[in-house]
């Protein structure tokens, strides 16, 4: 049972250009969730997604940034135009349900975005 | 200042001793969740209390979560040098669809 898988695990972009960071949440999990960290920092959440569903999008820039989970494929977060302010490392995590109580979260790799 | 705030910011320990880390937060969770990061890399699941447990282990790993005060601990006995990494305690607050918050770190160098 292969772990979350993210991919690219590095992304380099020249401002201006778009990066799309991809997402394969574990089997049988329809829950994903996106962290941005910048460096030294911890993560911080940036959107909620259940298939084809945004649940919660409190997170997120309200600008170039965009997410979406289709009912097929990985979940896609789509920056547009992107600054280097928008260099960071991006963490998918993925559960089974949510609401539950006991739910630990299991995290991808991480795509690291470096602008340039 | 933000949900679950660990301290120290570093630690700095000789291979065997123990290391003992705290995090506070502010508002009701669901569980209390530390993980941990070895540089450059994804996180790591070490474990996971419920609001309603004082006290659980795993392995060398002691976590105590004390809800009146809204803080935790996480105790590495024996500690080995490859427990060098940052270590992130994470809430998941009641109603908030399960999304983690994470505290900034703690950076723990254990010297051999």
């Known amino acids: 049972n292969a772990g979350v898988m993210q991919n690219p695990r590095h992304l380099v972009r020249r401002r201006g250009q778009e990066a799309r960071l991809r997402c394969s949440p574990m089997k049988g999990h329809s829950h994903v969730y996106w962290y941005r960290q910048l460096p030294e920092e911890g993560l911080k959440f940036m959107v909620y997604?259940?298939?084809?569903?945004?649940?919660?999008e409190s997170g997120m820039p309200k600008e170039r940034f965009s997410a979406e989970f289709p009912k097929e494929g990985p979940s896609i977060l789509r920056i547009q135009q992107v600054v280097r302010g928008d260099s960071a490392a991006y963490f998918c995590?993925?559960?089974?349900?949510?609401?539950?109580?006991?739910?630990?979260?299991?995290f991808g790799q991480g795509t690291r975005l470096t602008v340039v | 200042s933000q949900q679950g705030e660990e301290d120290p910011q570093a630690l700095s320990i000789q291979e065997g001793e123990n290391a003992t880390m705290n995090c506070s937060y502010k508002t009701s969770i669901n569980n209390l969740q530390w993980y941990r990061q070895n540089s450059g890399r994804g996180l790591v699941h070490l474990i996971l209390?419920?609001?309603?447990?004082r006290e659980k282990h795993s392995g060398r790993l002691r976590v105590t979560l004390d809800t009146s005060k809204k803080s935790s601990s996480l105790l590495i006995t024996a500690s080995r040098a490859a427990d060098t990494a940052s270590y992130f305690c994470a809430t998941d607050q009641t109603g908030a669809n399960s999304k983690l918050t994470f505290g900034k770190g703690i950076t723990l160098s254990v010297r051999p």
């Open positions: 209390i419920r609001s309603n447990e």
């Open positions: 997604l259940q298939k084809e569903n945004i649940i919660d």
């Open positions: 995590a993925s559960s089974p349900i949510s609401g539950q109580t006991s739910t630990e979260a299991f």
